[in-house]
């Protein structure tokens, strides 16, 4: 159980263009999820936490326009990046959590997307 | 804000060594520790992970230890594989409304030599 997808799991993109990423919660409904950033060889960045039906909180210095994240219902939150550049390229992983233990914060992440822009 | 500091940031063993890695962590609130395993192109994979009111968890050949007053928690890897070989996060977080941010340690990333 509490398994997590992404979709797609690599692409690839022109600078100027957006790309969307979806992130499912397959067996379970996800009350929160976070979107996450990694360079190679850095750990795990946090940009954003989402929550069902309103609207993301975004972490210091990750630009919201630029960065678009909707969880419209209880198994799916997609990230748009929007008119990305060649410094967007990088891992994008995301996790979530359900509400059964909340206070255990236990987060399940997927499998991630490469994201690569010419 | 919450820090996590994470040691050493590269490990090499050789088979059937032990392995040991250390995390500090700054926010005295932090109720939480997981440690993820992260192979190559992959997402983080929970390996194991201790609450605040335990002090010790094992689970075959990983264990996790976890001292509250000096804010250490450490990950035990006892007869290494091959298969061991990738980068390890320590995280820490909080209960609260932002729903258990982690905050992640800057990762170590063990080699076990055949």
Known sequence: GAVV??????????????????????????TTMFWYRQFPKQSLMLMATSNEGSKATYEQGVEKDKFLINHAS?????????????????????????????????QFF????????L | GENVEQHPSTL????????????TYSDSASNYFPWYKQELGKGPQLIIDIRSN???KKDQRIAVTLNKTAKHFSLHITETQPEDSAVYF?????????????????GTELSVKP
């Open chain 2, 90 to 106: 320590c995280a820490a977080s909080k209960s609260g409304n932002q729903g258990g941010k982690l905050i992640f340690g800057q």
């Open chain 2, 12 to 23: 090499s063993v050789q088979e059937g060594d032990s392995a040991v890695i250390k995390c």
């Open chain 1, 5 to 30: 997808s992404q979709h797609p799991s690599w692409v690839i993109c022109k600078s100027g263009t957006s790309v969307k990423i979806e992130c499912r919660s397959l067996d379970f409904q996800a």
């Open chain 1, 110 to 117: 997927g499998p991630g997307t490469r994201l690569t822009v």
């Open chain 1, 74 to 106: 209880l198994t799916l939150s997609t990230l748009t990046v929007t008119s990305a550049h060649p410094e967007d390229s990088s891992f994008y992983i995301c996790s979530a959590t359900t509400d059964g233990a909340p206070s255990y914060n236990e």
């Open chain 2, 54 to 56: 335990v002090g010790e």
